[in-house]
């Protein structure tokens, strides 16, 4: 069972425009983090939030936590062929410390054409 | 800073061979852990490990051995390859379990069980 759908697995968008990609989950996470990853090397964290409703920036990205911590989304404004990559989100579920296990979705391919 | 090293880059083993993955960090993280990542499936984990000496099943542990006997280090063992082993694998670590500070990947390694 997946316990994070990202949705659209693949977006091919036109540079300049914008574009919102998501994470939901029926689970309640105790954070959420967003990587992207580039072909060949392994993900790089962008952003964790860890409060329901937070909203993060990041320059032209976009990260919002649901409020029942259920679910996020990235948006990103005028998007450059820079951002192009594979963006993953992962939930975690804290038991105790030291026992926490992150889970990834299967991620969203976009791809920015110049 | 080198953060997250994986040796080697891409392998090929034939069915019933041995192998280990290698695996060091110097940002002395206390959590390490590895992943695979398959077309479809995402980031599944291995095993993890919260500190020297402690380390623990993920999600798909069979197949693998780990040990952790130095903070820097973390090496994963295939006894005796399996073509479903084909995969990339990535080793990450944090600072604490991720929630907050989030994890490091290292660059993958690429490996074929024929």
């Known amino acids: 069972t997946q316990l994070l759908e990202q949705s659209p697995q693949f977006l091919s968008i036109q540079e300049g425009e914008n574009l919102t990609v998501y994470c939901n989950s029926s689970?309640?996470?105790?954070?959420l983090q967003w990587y992207r990853q580039e072909p060949g090397e392994g993900p790089v964290l962008l952003v964790t939030?860890?409060?329901?409703?937070e909203v993060k920036k990041l320059k032209r990205l976009t990260f919002q936590f649901g409020d029942a911590r259920k679910d996020s989304s990235l948006h990103i404004t005028a998007a450059q062929p820079g951002d192009t990559g594979l963006y993953l989100c992962?939930?975690?579920?804290?038991?105790?410390?030291?026992?926490?296990?992150?889970?990834f979705g299967t991620g969203t391919r976009l791809t920015i054409i110049p | 800073n080198a953060g997250v090293t994986q040796t080697p880059k891409f392998q090929v083993l034939k069915t019933g061979q041995s192998m280990t993955l290698q695996c060091a960090q110097d940002?002395?993280?206390?959590?390490m852990s590895w992943y695979r990542q398959d077309p479809g499936m995402g980031l599944r984990l291995i095993h993890y490990?919260?500190?020297?000496?402690?380390?623990d099943q993920g999600e798909v542990p069979n197949g693998y051995n780990v040990s952790r006997s130095t903070t820097e280090d973390f090496p994963l063992r295939l006894l005796s390859a399996a073509p479903s082993q084909t995969s990339v694998y990535f080793c990450?670590?944090?600072?604490?379990?991720?929630?907050?500070?989030?994890?490091?990947f290292g660059s993958g390694t690429r490996l074929t069980v024929v």
């Open positions: 689970s309640v996470f105790s954070s």
């Open positions: 940002m002395n993280h206390e959590y």
């Open positions: 992962a939930g975690a579920r804290s038991q105790n410390f030291g026992n926490e296990k992150l889970t």
């Open positions: 490990s919260v500190g020297a000496g402690i380390t």
């Open positions: 939030v860890v409060t329901g409703g």
């Open positions: 990450a670590s944090s600072f604490e379990a991720g929630e907050r500070y989030g994890y490091t």
